[in-house]
């Protein structure tokens, strides 16, 4: 049949489209590109033993994990220390790159920022870091950097 | 009480009859290892999350179908003097209004999100311990959801004519609308990640006018139908040709001087009444009828229950003026 062979025309180009793209997904708003060899605002907000306050900035599992990522795409850490709300609004303006409160799946910021896929399962509750919406370049960077963490991430948290 | 007479599909549909609800339950099984999949990989995905409400809504034709087909030819009773046969209209007012409220949805999903400019987030998942980029996995998910919907659809067509089943095509225009938003979410997959946020929605959009206007026509039609009103093809809602059958028919008799039908469709079937003026008394009118009764029917299986009124002068507002 004569639509048919559309189609299968049409699923050729398509595939055809996806896998000649050298850097896939991209950013709508560049994320990734402007945070590599540049700087990483990061939003912190205590919450212990994720995000713990410092003389010299944050530690923590978390800001550890902020500080190795940034350091594997060659970017200085600009933190910003707030409430969690402040923080997830500044978030969703874009003026801010990642947000670590110790955050758990089930927050309900959910519509307006992104979460990161839940990098450690503690006590039934999934722990992930807020990312802008959408920005899926860096989203998919950073989950796959806290994927290659997993075996460090479990031997934090073991108490 | 004289009660209609049980309806069978004729010897030469019953193959094709029972060949449509073999492919229903397929549809039924298809579509829910389809929701299963799409469930799986939809992440916190809204687009995804609309396809799965969708895919959930898309079973109500052939779920309705199934429901109906085990009912229609019950055999009429005290209780149902005029049989089951409307039955097949509801469940076919039921598969347009589902259809309707898929294309609704979508539209509301996509303008919402344009409007907001969320901006989809597709992160990775990792399966057997390699990552890899959701949006393939859901690529993947489409193209499953799409192919054999577009097979399923095309096959149930021609028996959709051929029975008189508006349900049944409503279920093909449903798998005819999974196949359309499958086909459009790949390119809106694609080009999320090629970092237009806008891709999946404007696909979605577009398709979703296209299942707005097949719910649109086929909720009116069940509306009209259930309202009595005449008889309309199953594929392109035109008055049936099988009324200027009778027409001629009614005209060909000799005997008759004056006459006037109405007709009215009770799920596959068509019943209705004439009145008719005769020449003159001979009295050889009750033969005459009953041989004209048996002409009328022998035009179509669909002809169920015709009654004849021989009358002195025509009813003024009770019938089709022709």
């Known amino acids: 049949m004569h639509s048919s062979g559309y189609f299968i025309f049409y699923l050729f180009c398509v595939l055809l489209l996806a896998t000649s793209c050298q850097d896939f997904p991209k950013d709508p708003e ?18 212990p033993p994720w995000v713990v306050k410092g003389p010299d900035g944050p530690t923590g599992i978390e800001a550890d994990l902020v500080k190795a990522f940034a350091k594997s795409i060659n970017a200085q850490v600009e933190w910003q220390n707030d409430s ?60 796959s950097f806290l994927n290659q963490q997993k075996s460090v991430i479990q031997n934090r948290v073991q108490p | 009480m004289k009660q209609v007479s049980r309806f069978e599909y004729p010897e030469e549909l019953q193959p094709v009859f029972k060949k449509a609800k073999k492919l229903e339950w397929i549809t039924v099984g298809y579509l829910i290892t389809t929701s299963i999949v799409v469930f799986l990989t939809m992440g916190n995905s809204q687009a995804m999350k609309t396809a799965w409400f969708e895919d959930i809504l898309s079973l109500t034709p052939s779920i309705s179908f199934l429901i109906a087909s085990r009912v229609f030819h019950k055999k009429p009773n005290k209780n149902f003097p005029y049989g089951y046969h409307r039955v097949v209209s509801i469940a076919y007012l039921c598969s347009a209004l589902a259809l309707f409220s ?37 690529i ?16 149930k067509l021609p028996l959709a004519k051929q029975l008189h089943e508006k349900n049944l095509y409503t279920d093909a225009d449903m798998n005819k609308a999974d196949w359309m938003t499958g086909a459009a979410a790949i390119p809106g997959i694609i080009g999320i990640g090629m970092g237009w946020w806008w891709a999946d929605s404007v696909a979605a959009l577009l398709i979703s006018l296209d299942i707005i206007k097949d719910g649109y026509t086929n909720l009116k039609q069940a509306v009209f139908d259930l309202m009595d009103q005449i008889p309309k093809t199953v594929d392109d809602q035109e008055t049936d040709p099988l009324l200027n059958q009778i027409e001629h028919k009614l005209k060909g008799q000799s005997w008759i001087k004056e006459h006037a039908f109405r007709m009215r469709e009770e799920g596959h079937i068509y019943s209705g009444e004439a009145f008719l003026v005769p020449h ?4 050889q009118l009750t033969q005459q009828i009953e041989k004209l009764l048996q002409e009328v029917r022998d035009l179509d299986w ?16 009770g019938a089709e003026e022709n």
């Open chain 1, 30 to 47: 560049k994320t990734l590109e402007q945070v590599s060899n540049g700087t990483l605002k990061v939003g912190y907000s205590e919450n």
């Open chain 1, 84 to 143: 969690e709300q402040n923080l997830l609004e500044d978030l969703e303006k874009n003026e801010l790159h990642l947000v670590i409160a110790g955050l758990t799946d089930d927050s309900p910021w959910k519509s307006k920022i992104s979460f990161t896929r839940p990098f450690v399962e503690v006590e039934k509750k999934k722990h992930v870091m807020a990312v802008i919406m959408g920005e899926n370049a860096f989203t998919v960077k950073l989950e």
């Open chain 2, 102 to 138: 898929v294309g609704g949805f979508l539209i509301y999903d996509s303008v919402h999100t344009l409007l907001k400019q969320e901006h989809p987030t597709i992160g990775i998942k990792v399966i057997f311990g390699h990552e890899i980029w959701l949006g393939y996995l859901m």
């Open chain 2, 140 to 155: 993947a998910a489409m193209l499953y959801s799409t192919i054999p919907a577009m097979i399923l659809g095309r096959m």
């Open chain 2, 280 to 283: 003159d008394q001979n009295g």
């Open chain 2, 302 to 317: 669909r002809i169920q229950e015709f009654t004849i009124m021989p009358v002195r002068k025509l009813p003024q507002n």
